[in-house]
C-alpha cells in the first residue's frame, strides 16, 4: 500500500455530480432568482409534471421533505388516532414516526432477511378490524413484493402507501417504484438517489380525489386561498429545489444506469469475501440508494468499519436498531418476535455508493475491505 496518506473516499459524492452539472444547474437557479416566485413558482408545476410522466401516474405532488410527504399522503386517507398501519420495523424512523404522530399505530411485521424488505406473507396474520393501510418500504432502492401486497390490501379495503425515499428510479416488473399503490412517496434527501439541494420530497398516485386532497393539505389545508376545508401542514416543495431536481433529472437515467452497474460490479468483487450479499429479485432491479451488505459476524462490525476508516473509506450503518427497539417505540412491539430486523440490524454495514463512484474508487473499497477483514 501507498506509504502517503490517502485522502478518504465520499461516502456519497455530490460534488462531482454538480460539476457535472454545473452551468445547468447555476442558470436554473438564476432562472428563479429573476423571476422570484420561490413559492409555487413554474418550475414547480414543471417538475411535477415531468415526475408524473416519468414514473406513468396520472398526479405527481411535490412537497417539503419525504418524511411530510408520508404524512400527507396518511392525512389524505384520512388515517386518525387508533388506527392501524401496518409496517417494516427495519427502515429509517420517519415511517413509523408519521403514522405515531397522527395518533396511530405502527403494527410492526418482520422482513425478508435476504433483501431487509417487509415480507408480504406476514401481513395478513397482523390485520384487525382497525387496520386502515400497509406502508412497506423500498429499502436501499430495491421495490418491496408489491403485488403480493396489493392483493393482500385489495381483499382487505387496505390502502397501501410505498415508502419509496430510498427508490425513485427503480423498476418492479417493468414498473416504476412510486406508481406502484394507491401512493408512492419518495424524498430528495440531497443523498438519495435523485436529490436537491436541501429537503424536498414527491408523492404520486393515480386517483385524482387523494391528488387533490394532498394538493390542499399541503397548503394549509386550503381549498381556495383562505378558505380552509380541512387540517393541513405547511408542506410545498421550494421552487428552488424543484430547479436543482429538474437540472438532475437530465442525467437521471445514466445515473440509474451507473448506480445499477456499480451495484453488479460490487456484488461480484465481494463473492469471495465472508459478506452476504443481500438479494436482488429477477424481476425488478435495486438503484442502491445505500449498498449495503451482511457481514457474516456481527461482532467483526466496530473493527471493519474502524478499519476501513483508517484506510480512507467511509462505511455506515443502515439501520443500527429496529424500530421496535427504539426508545420512543418500544410500546409498539407487537406480541410476535421480529427475529430478522433483528438480527440483521447488528449485521448490516453500508460502503460508498453514488453515480460518479469511479471504478477505481469501487476498487479501493473492496481492497480495504479484503485489508480490513484480513
Ligand atoms: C430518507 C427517508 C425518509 C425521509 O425522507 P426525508 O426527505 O429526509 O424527510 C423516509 N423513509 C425512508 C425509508 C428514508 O430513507
Known sequence: MNASVKTSLPFVDLQSQYLALKSDI????????????????????ELEQALASRVGVAHCVTVSSGTEGLLIALMSLGIKPGDEVITTPFTFAATAEMI??????????DIQPDTCNIEAANIEAAITTRTRA????????????????????????????????????STYKR???CGLSTWGVTSFFPSKPLGCYGDGGAMFTDDAALARAAREIRVHGQSQRYTHTRIGVGGRMDTLQCAVVLSKLTRFDWEIERRVALGNRYQQQLADLPVQRLTVRSDRDCVWAQFTVLLADATQRGALQAGLSAQGVPTAIHYPRPMHQQPAYEKYAPSWPLPFSEAVSR????????????????????SALKVAIG
Open 347 to 366: 449485521r448490516v454495514m453500508s460502503l460508498p455508493m453514488s453515480a460518479d463512484l469511479t471504478d477505481k474508487q469501487q476498487d479501493r473499497v473492496v
Open 26 to 45: 447555476d442558470a436554473r437557479i438564476q432562472r428563479v432568482l429573476d423571476h422570484g416566485q420561490y413559492i409555487m413558482g413554474p418550475e414547480v408545476n
Open 175 to 177: 414498473r416504476k417504484s
Open 134 to 169: 400497509i406502508m412497506p418500504v423500498s429499502l436501499y432502492g430495491q421495490v418491496a413484493d408489491m403485488d403480493e401486497i396489493n392483493a393482500i390490501a385489495s381483499r382487505h379495503g387496505l390502502a397501501v402507501i410505498e415508502d419509496a425515499a430510498q427508490s425513485f428510479g
Open 100 to 109: 405515531v404522530l397522527l395518533g396511530a399505530v405502527p403494527v410492526f411485521v
